[in-house]
């Protein structure tokens, strides 16, 4: 089926340490792209989005950059804690039918 | 506002039922989308309504269906269960289609 690709499927680091999630996607005529994160037995989290006309937007402790050029999303989070141990997602849209295409997901894990 | 209810969260069924999943979303949303959350395949759009009427449909078999009532709950049904149908089913809802989406925390469907 459709889906944005993530470049690694797990992504480990250490608490206090700046973490980046990659995401690929297809699309070039994708305008609007959302992370989501997805803590164990919950459902997805809305983070931080961002539309095609930027590169760069932030928010608390997490900054997204996309370079549409090499149709490349990333997710910045900085001092990594232990709560931000999750999978998180990237998805995008475009076209009318605004129909989200998610990505599968990356697993990070924070070590105390 | 409460966010959004899914009911049941757990369901164990034998291949050849059928079953439908309950979602109410939040007060004021009138899209709701369903997604089939698998670890091999991610999130997979299953289908979208708002006000009552399919907006969008991802690639899924008849067997998985849909609807809305005007409160804009939303229910979806899927017959002649199959092993492969075991997954967590997330409800998302927002006030208009593919931008923030508030998800429910799911439904986990185990069929035997």
């Known amino acids: 089926g459709e889906s944005v690709g993530l470049h690694l499927p797990t992504l480990s680091v250490q608490e206090g340490d700046n973490s980046i999630i990659n995401c690929a996607y297809s699309n070039s005529a994708s305008d609007y792209f959302i992370w989501y994160k997805q803590e164990s037995g919950k459902g997805p989290q809305f983070i931080i989005d961002i539309r095609s006309n930027m590169d760069k937007r932030q928010g608390q402790r997490v900054t997204v950059l996309l370079n549409k050029t090499v149709k490349h999303l990333s997710l910045q989070i900085a001092a990594t804690q232990p709560g931000d141990s999750a999978v998180y997602f990237c998805a995008e849209t475009a076209g009318n039918n605004r129909k989200l295409i998610w990505g599968l997901g990356t697993s990070l894990g924070v070590n105390p | 506002k409460a966010g959004v209810t899914q009911t049941p969260r757990y369901l164990i069924k034998t291949r050849g039922q059928q079953v439908t999943l309950s979602c109410s979303p939040i007060s004021g949303h009138r899209s709701v989308s369903w997604y089939q959350q698998t670890p091999g395949q991610g999130l997979q759009f299953l289908f979208e309504y708002f006000s009552e009427t399919q907006r969008n449909k991802g690639n899924f078999p008849g067997r998985f269906s849909g609807r809305q009532f005007s409160n804009s709950r939303s229910e979806m049904n899927v017959s002649t269960l199959e092993l492969g149908d075991s997954a967590l089913y997330l409800c998302?809802?927002?006030?208009?289609?593919?931008?923030?989406?508030?998800f429910g925390p799911g439904t986990r469907l185990t069929v035997l």
């Open positions: 998302a809802s927002s006030n208009r289609t593919a931008y923030t989406q508030y």
